[in-house]
């Protein structure tokens, strides 16, 4: 948090969500309130009239207040996408959707990266969901790109 003039500046932060009930997205965002800090998080379900939107122009217009409107994603894997700016945020934000979860090892939670970005929101769900499905089924420790990370 930082504070000039007595004028406090929030980190701004952006999770979209598929797959989950507005009372469950409602309990996580009360769980990371609860933390305090200087991050203002909002949450927003994804909706159909975004799945062809790039990534950037979605966070952008969400980030700007923008109605983008559409019906409410519900089926498919649970997915939640976090434009956060620190790893150790995601870790709390998993933590909070986790928590108020059945199966929580079934959500698929990504950040949203640069590459990202350039994806529309359907070509980021596809590729993170691809990549949940392998995570699962093979052991990070026995990739030797992994073991770079």
């Not at 700016?85 to 090892?105: C, G, I, L, Y």
Request: with cysteine; hydrophobic share 40%; net charge negative.
């Amino acid at each position: 948090m930082y504070q000039n003039n007595r004028k406090m500046i929030m980190q701004q932060e952006m999770c979209l969500f598929r797959g989950f009930t507005k009372d469950q997205a409602t309990q996580a965002l009360n769980l990371l309130s609860q933390e305090g800090g200087e991050f203002n998080t909002r949450f927003a379900p994804m909706t159909d009239s975004m799945e062809t939107m790039k990534m950037e122009e979605l966070i952008t217009a969400l980030f700007e207040g923008t109605a983008l409107g559409g019906k409410a994603l519900t089926e498919g894997q649970r997915v939640v996408l976090m434009a956060v700016t620190q790893k150790e945020r995601a870790v709390t934000v998993m933590r909070a959707v986790k928590s108020v979860s059945e199966d929580p090892q079934d959500i698929v939670f990504a950040m949203v990266t640069q590459t990202a970005l350039q994806w529309t929101l359907q070509e980021y769900i596809d590729h993170i969901s691809e990549e949940h499905e392998y995570m699962k089924t093979h052991n990070p420790a026995d990739d030797p790109d992994m073991k770079k990370v």
